[in-house]
């Protein structure tokens, strides 16, 4: 017989007790989210399967009704969900209630353009699934392209950088190296430390700090091995007077490659490289520049790119998806929500909000 917890926000009870703690063996824990999810959502789902422990239950039935929430906390559900020993399954109702509300909300039905014509919830919940990777890639390079048509995005300085994503997911106990339940995700050097996930390899406009593009790859893999296939997709569109890396894309190679696109390469040798010669761009233990004022100059322009990480960031605090192209499906998503805020800012009249990703929600 299952036992029910209810959650209906702000409060949450407990409801239905169809069996008691000694008596557990065959028994089922319910649990009802409805409404938008937030803390108090996670700590019910917490409460919920502590009490299935307790009571040595045989699953956990998890009954959803929300149109969404709080990211960090539905990332953080999901995860409690994956390091569960006991089965849980869940089960979306009443059905059609992502198209209802769709149908019933104005703010929601304007933002996503429906007019007339609302998609069924089975269209609905589809998309994510039917759209493909291939696809979202294709819909970056397109928002990419308007922008650059109608002079928001110049490309004449490229900046190129790349950006640890934590996936969620514990290390595998056999093999600390991978991941645990996400079997792709490796470990490699984040910003504090180890992480376990995956790193995005970006380049950007310089001046306008808009996305150009970008690639996904395992967090132990290194950065030299992916800087040459974004730089290559933007000399596609633009073409470059200057690219500007850091220290680890310092290779003859990647050099070479900016030079042949007809570029100047403002990337500073490490300790190893050009050793005793003056007169080069360098940047030292304390992450001071030193060399040539005009490269040290350009080399500034490497704040531009941490500043598209850092709306990256606030997109995605840690990658949800399972697999390295579901990862680069998440960035994606990201990526075209910049895109599509800029293009948004310019088309309204309002430029100056074109990298703002919270103005238009």
């Known amino acids: 017989m299952p036992r029910h917890i209810r959650y209906s926000p702000p409060f949450f009870?407990?409801?239905g007790v169809c069996t008691s703690f000694e008596s557990s063996s065959d028994s089922v824990i319910v649990i009802e989210l409805d409404g938008v999810i937030n803390v108090a959502t996670l700590e019910l789902v917490r409460e919920g399967m502590n009490e299935t422990y307790k009571i040595d239950a045989?699953?956990?039935?998890?009954?959803?009704n929300t149109s969404g929430g709080l990211l960090?906390?539905?990332f953080d559900i999901i995860e409690i969900i994956e390091q569960s020993s006991i089965p849980v399954?869940?089960?979306v109702y009443p059905k059609g209630a992502l198209e209802r509300e769709v149908r019933v909300d104005s703010r929601i039905r304007r933002l996503c353009g429906f007019d007339e014509g609302i998609p069924s919830h089975s269209?609905?919940?589809r998309f994510e699934c039917r759209i493909g990777f291939e696809r979202l890639k294709k819909l970056?390079?397109?928002?990419?392209?308007?922008?650059?048509?109608?002079?928001f995005i110049k490309g004449l300085k490229v900046v190129l950088d790349s950006k640890p994503l934590k996936a969620r997911c514990?290390?595998?106990p056999k093999n600390p190296s991978r991941g645990w339940l996400n079997k792709e995700a490796r470990l490699g050097r984040g910003v504090r430390g180890l992480i376990m996930g995956y790193k995005v390899?970006?380049?950007?406009d310089g001046e306008a700090e808009m996305p150009l593009a970008f690639n996904v790859a395992l967090a132990n893999e290194n950065e030299k091995r992916y800087a040459i296939p974004p730089l290559r997709e933007v000399a596609e569109r633009i073409k470059a007077r200057v690219v500007v890396c850091d220290r680890q894309y310092s290779s003859r190679k990647i050099r070479g490659f900016v030079e042949a696109l007809g570029a100047e390469p403002v990337i500073p040798y490490p300790a190893n490289q050009k050793k005793g010669v003056k007169g080069v761009l360098r940047v030292d233990k304390k992450f001071r520049v030193h060399g040539p004022e005009r490269l040290r100059r350009l080399y500034r322009l490497k704040s531009s790119v941490e500043r598209v990480n850092s709306r990256l960031s606030t997109l995605i605090s840690k990658i949800s998806f399972k697999g390295l192209k579901a990862a680069a499906t998440q960035v994606s998503y990201a990526v075209i929500s910049m895109l599509f805020t800029a293009w948004t800012a310019i088309k309204t009249g309002k430029p100056e909000k074109a990298r703002s990703i919270t103005y238009y929600v």
């Open 170 to 172: 514990r290390r595998d």
């Open 201 to 204: 390899h970006l380049a950007c």
């Open 89 to 91: 399954i869940s089960f």
């Open 13 to 15: 009870y407990m409801a």
């Open 123 to 125: 269209t609905i919940v």
């Open 58 to 64: 045989k699953a956990v039935v998890l009954l959803l």
């Open 72 to 74: 960090d906390a539905t």
């Open 140 to 151: 970056t390079s397109n928002a990419i392209e308007d922008l650059v048509n109608c002079g």
